[in-house]
Nanobody, 124 residues
Framework: QVQLVESGGGLVQAGVSLRLSCAAS????????MGWFRQAPGKEREFVAA????????DYADSVKGRFTISRDIAKNTVYLQMNSLKPEDTAVYYC?????????????????WGQGTQVTVSS
């Protein structure tokens, strides 16, 4: 049974950093793309960042480029999202997801597995 478990969310002030983690288990993810998405209240879920598990190639939404960094630790089967210079508009529930595709723009991939989400709240 595949499980994606996010952690690391919290309530922080604008300008600080947070690191989210996504512990993946239940299958081999070597041919997968791991993505982070977020959903703010009253808004649709949006793509944040993605990393190809095998190659380490990364992609970012324009809204987070230069502030957020996605990475993975293959030995720990864990994906991270380092979030710097947080802004109030980054407030959302952040979800980790896995897609069995590696070619193309990851926002459009079909993500087969999702975590339960972790809340990030940034106060001004």
């Amino acid at each position: 049974q595949v499980q994606l478990v996010e952690s690391g969310g919290g309530l922080v002030q604008a300008g600080v950093s947070l690191r989210l983690s996504c512990a993946a288990s239940g299958r081999a993810f070597s041919s997968y793309t791991m993505g982070w998405f977020r959903q703010a209240p009253g808004k649709e879920r949006e793509f944040v960042a993605a990393i190809r598990w095998n190659f380490g190639r990364t992609d970012y939404a324009d809204s987070v480029k230069g502030r957020f960094t996605i990475s993975r630790d293959i030995a720990k089967n864990t994906v991270y999202l380092q979030m710097n210079s947080l802004k109030p508009e980054d407030t959302a529930v952040y979800y980790c997801a896995a897609a069995g595709q590696t070619t193309g723009w990851p926002a459009g991939f079909k993500y087969d597995y999702w975590g339960q989400g972790t809340q990030v709240t940034v106060s001004s």
